[in-house]
């Protein structure tokens, strides 16, 4: 199996206040039979560094974000959202045109919901606003580790390093204070 034919999908939350958030820590998991601390230790390590190379900094005091992440073994249906590519959705300044739900009376955004048959060994990774407790971003890669027994520690990095090659995100100054221009977004 080629693994740049795996599917590798990302979707993300139009409340997720993305400049600001700079610091990040880890969601406690509870180990299932299936799960190898092994496997979750080289996903946590990977996502860890990859986090750091955008900008952000590892924070066990009040982190702006938390990562889950999971690693799931069997086939599943998962439902995400048919979206523009994060950085370009940041880059327009767009606002989703709100409306009011009747039933809540709160605001909802346009989402363009997609069910996706995952197969198995999927690795799904989740960011969430820990100030208002809502997951602002997910990615995940389908059929990249084959089965449970799968052990091998590169193809678990590239597995990470493909999602988060979805999350193009930065934080605020972060390409500022390394020397590098920032993206023009006009």
């Known amino acids: 199996m080629n693994f740049y034919e795996n599917r590798v999908e990302s979707d993300y939350s139009y409340n997720g206040n993305f400049k600001r958030y700079k610091t990040f820590n880890f969601m406690g998991y509870k180990k299932t039979d299936s799960d190898s601390s092994n496997h979750m230790e080289i996903v946590e390590n990977a996502i860890r560094a990859r986090m750091q190379l955008q900008g952000y900094r590892f924070s066990e005091n009040k982190p702006d974000l938390l990562v889950s992440h999971k690693i799931f073994y069997d086939d599943l ?110």
């Open 77 to 186: 249906l998962f439902k995400g959202y048919n979206q523009t590519e994060i950085d370009v959705w940041l880059a327009s300044g767009k606002v989703v045109e709100e409306e009011i739900d009747e039933e809540t009376g709160e605001q909802k955004k346009e989402y363009d919901p997609v069910r996706y048959n995952l197969t198995k060994g999927t690795l799904l990774v989740v960011l969430i606003d820990r100030k208002h407790n809502r997951a602002i971003w997910q990615g995940y890669a389908s059929g990249l580790l084959g089965n449970k027994d799968f052990n091998n520690e590169g193809y678990l990095k590239r597995s990470v390093r493909s999602i988060f090659d979805k999350y193009k995100v930065f934080t605020e100054g972060y390409l500022m204070t390394n020397g590098q221009q920032p993206a023009r977004t006009e």
